[in-house]
């Protein structure tokens, strides 16, 4: 090993990775794969998750070049024997607790492991949207990448959305869904996803669903969804949640759209300092428009 040019890592399963150079043809899960293309490291290749299809999802993409980059495929149609020709030298995943990787089957991520370098990085909802944030900064700086993090652009975003919160006190309700289809709907639990917590910690005021159901969201009708009153509505844009224009035969769905402010929103976005700066942007952006609509 050439000590000068060696290469080390603790993933967040704990797991040190050690090699005697620097990975320079990186394999990511998307999210992962458009968080280091901020910090400006150009992946070799991605994969997805079992909920996406034969392409990789756009809105996962980020500002990754798709059209440049291999696509090894998503789930349980990972084509391992194209990813394993492709001899990369470091896959990067991502987990929502217990260190499994996320998106393949577990056996094909343990036969996977066995052959490269694997490191994951846990984004769940035991960590904080900073400390997502910071371990994928960290990562990218182990890699010599060589874009520095926007952090002057956040801490302005960050400032921007406290500013518009307490010009504002007490309102409007901000409720963050998953369109399951034109009958129901996916209500998140802002206590579990990293960047809702991180709205209500600069102020936002985020609906709660009901306490029954599932752990990270509350599947109702959209009746129940319109009922909470939303101001603003954040609604996920992944190729999983069914598009806005097949929910309109839905009155309960117009009621909504006529009633609250639509931002787009994912829970897979990016976790870099440059996205979570737009995502905060487009959540003080929808404030301010309800603020002009309610002085009309």
Do not use: C
């Not at 391992?80 to 998106?103: F, N």
């Not at 963050?176 to 034109?182: D, E, K, Q």
């Amino acid at each position: 090993m050439n000590p000068g040019n060696s290469w080390e890592f603790t993933d967040d399963r704990g797991h040190l990775t050690v090699a005697d150079h620097h990975p320079a043809r990186v394999v990511a899960y998307i999210q992962a794969g458009a968080t280091l293309w901020d910090h400006g490291l150009r992946p070799l290749g991605i994969f997805g998750s079992h909920h996406d299809g034969d392409a990789p999802d756009p809105a996962k993409a980020g500002e990754l070049p798709l059209a440049e980059l291999h696509h090894f495929g998503a789930g349980s149609a990972l084509d391992m024997d194209a990813l394993l020709a492709a001899e990369p030298d470091l896959i990067v995943a991502v987990s929502y607790g217990g260190g499994q990787v996320y998106g393949i089957d577990p056996e094909a991520a343990k036969h996977l492991e066995e052959r490269i370098p694997v490191v994951v990085i846990e984004v769940g909802k035991d960590r904080s949207l900073d400390g997502v944030r910071d371990r994928f900064s960290a990562l990218a700086r182990s890699l010599r990448t060589p874009v520095r993090p926007a952090e002057a652009e956040l801490e302005r975003a960050e400032e921007r959305l406290r500013a518009v919160v307490a010009a504002r006190p007490g309102g409007p309700g901000v409720l963050a869904l998953s369109a399951a289809g034109a009958e129901s709907a996916y209500l998140a639990r802002p206590g579990t996803w990293p960047d809702l917590r991180a709205l209500t910690e600069l102020g936002v005021a985020l609906i709660e669903p009901a306490e029954d159901g599932g752990a990270n969201w509350r599947t109702a009708p959209w009746s129940e969804a319109a009922a909470l009153a939303p101001g603003i509505v954040l609604a996920d844009v992944r190729a999983n949640a069914a598009p806005r224009d097949t929910l309109l035969a839905n009155a309960d769905w117009r009621t909504l759209e006529e009633s609250a402010r639509i931002v787009p929103w994912n829970p897979e976005a990016p976790s870099s300092h440059r996205a979570h700066a737009r995502f905060l942007d487009a959540v003080s952006d929808a404030l301010e428009a309800v603020a002009a609509d309610d002085a009309a």
